[in-house]
């Protein structure tokens, strides 16, 4: 799921041009309402919005930058779009100071260690949950039905953004049991993981070994989608159960949960077998499809924590070579070849495009 | 044995003099064939500080094919030689995937047969001399679980090697220290030193500091690291400036407790543990005084820092 700007922009400016129109007659309600999507692509500034709203459509912006463009971007073009993210995050702090969102990308750019950005997140948590609570309450008193729902949800993002951040840095530093702490405090505010904290979980369960915990959260998040409850596990779970079977020498299952991601997942023997490394998501994690060949690509990125783990010797870590020789022996040829003459005329220079 | 002291005493100069003499079977002999040939290996070993890396890399490559070649051999002639078969199997310097998938079906071929248990009645196996190439053998699968990021597999095999001897003849509760730390288990970490009578040493200083890093308890990480670097002879140095151990061959080399030898070896055996919790060298590196002491420790033994 997670989240995407973009709609969270459009659903906070929706609800408040909606309850502005309360009191209205319906037809002309719906007169109105039905100016409302050319109105937010074309004349934004005509729409009634506090200044939290335009700090968060500034918000927005940035992460598309930062998250979708730069990743894809070179040279002088990175720099142009660094300056503008940068400069974008801090006009959204000016106009409204607890911008949490803002205010935590802005930090990600100046703080280099993991350590040190870790401490400032888990520091400042509490700070942001309070504030996120008020503001749901705020919305909880101010609108009705189901437009009380969704707007007090919106309230308490920045809130399950931060920890969802604060956990997946955790992991990033080695500190499991203190990322699984973070999980199980999303999971509890907000049942349906929207931060989908239980990818972030699964990683931890794996790193500690723990197959009881991860075979619990598997039980706990089963049913959070209708479209993963039917369908096979997703990519973050089935690559720790699959870490944990090569942690405990069972090969031959590892392989069988292997093959499996494999049919679960377009050309996923292809990207199991390149094991590239993402930029991690500033905003948050990137939104993609269930089931799509880039959830496949994000959920090995952020593997690369059991990928690389070990003695090896050609920089790949234990389960990481494994993988790229099985992946090698699963993949159709075309596959691994395309994508490795796609990596060398990036590496060249020639497409600027990315994926 | 009913012999006496003194003349016990001179019945081990005489072995110790001219072993030949004093073997009679098959089994001894291999032994003492690849005693000698541990001797040479280490050696050789000895001008590799003098080398350049590839000049160090072609001569460390040459001796381990030596190694593993002669040891086939050996083997070959007696397959009982669990060392032996042990020793090949390191010489063969494979990735520790690999080296572990040959360790463990070594194993299972051995498990359950003469010498992996104690036959001396005195409860613990390290004291039954045809006990100890089984002992060493866990020992290794622990090196090698560990070294391909198996903890939970390193940390049975020390436990199993613990319950054959509860002295500890081979040193197993070191990975096994480090082993928890990496997984976070603190309960498991105090429960092993509780075990040893808090007898510490440089694994269990290090292993301390890892564990509350990971979970997250600075002001006692911070502690458990001064008094690592306190304890340890030059263990800031040690953390700081890890130094490149090569493969044990067959053991871990015996150093005293707490000395700065002993730490190399813990750091070099924590490598990736370390690697795991990638802030933590530079954290480390940041402490009051910690910089400082390895500082001073490098000037005082002309070491690069």
Partial sequence: MSFDPS???????????????????????????????????????????????????????AATIIDYDLPFSRGGTSQDLLKRARSLLNEAISLDPRCYDAIRMLRAADIPSFDLYYKFLEEA??????????????????????????????????????????????????????????????????????????????????????????????RRTRRLSIERARGPEDAWMQIARMSLLFKQYRMAEARRQLETLCNTYPYAAATIFLQHELPDGVFYRLAVPPYSED????????????????????????????????????????????LVAREDSELNGDSGEGR | MGLSQSAYAELLLAVRKN?????????????????????????????????????????RAKRMGKLSIACEKITKACPTCVDARVVQIIASDKDPDVELGLLLDLRDELAGGPWTSDTTGTGDAWNDVFARPWLRLLSRIQFAALDSGRYRMCDEAGENALSLS???????????????????????????EARFSHRGDSWFALSRVILLYKLGRMTAARRALRGMCSLC????????????IDTYMPDRPQYAPYSFEEATLAVHEADPIILDVPDFALWAERQEDIASAGKSFAEEHGLDW
């Avoid at chain 1, 003695?311 to 395309?338: Q, V, Y």
């Fill in chain 2, 233 to 244: 002879d030059g263990g800031a140095y040690a953390l700081l400036r890890p130094i490149l």
């Fill in chain 1, 7 to 61: 709609r969270e922009d459009y659903q906070r400016l929706a609800l408040r041009f909606v309850s502005q129109l309360d009191g209205t007659d319906p037809l002309r309600a719906a007169r109105e309402f039905a100016t409302f999507g050319r109105r937010f692509a074309q004349d934004r500034d005509s729409l009634p919005q506090t200044d939290e709203d335009r700090a968060f459509h500034l918000v927005s912006l």
């Fill in chain 2, 19 to 59: 072993p030949e003499e004093f073997i009679d079977n098959r089994e001894d002999a291999t032994f003492l064939a690849l005693g000698r040939l541990l001797d040479k290996f280490a050696e050789d070993r000895e001008g590799d500080d003098l080398l350049e890396d590839d000049e160090f890399a072609t001569a």
């Fill in chain 2, 166 to 192: 509860p002295a500890d003849g081979v040193g197993a509760r070191r990975a096994c220290a480090l082993s928890r730390a990496r997984l976070e288990d603190e309960e498991g970490l105090n429960r092993l």
């Fill in chain 1, 295 to 338: 959830e496949l690509i994000v959920a090995c990125s952020e593997a690369t924590v059991l990928f690389q783990e070990g003695r090896a010797r050609f920089g790949h870590g234990s389960l990481g070579t494994w993988l790229a020789e099985r992946a090698k022996e699963l993949a159709p040829k075309e596959d691994i070849d395309a």
């Fill in chain 1, 125 to 218: 948590a509490d700070e942001v949950g309070a504030h996120c609570r008020e503001q749901r309450d705020l919305m909880l008193a101010t609108h009705e039905g189901d437009r009380a729902v969704l707007a007090s949800k919106i309230a308490m993002h920045p809130y399950l953004r931060w920890l969802g951040m604060q956990a997946s840095k955790a992991v990033i530093c080695g500190r499991n049991r203190q990322a699984i702490g973070v999980c199980d405090r999303l999971l509890e505010l907000d049942p349906d993981d929207t931060a989908d904290a239980r990818f972030t979980a699964a990683i931890a369960y794996a790193k500690l070994e723990d197959e009881d915990g991860l075979d619990a959260l598997a």
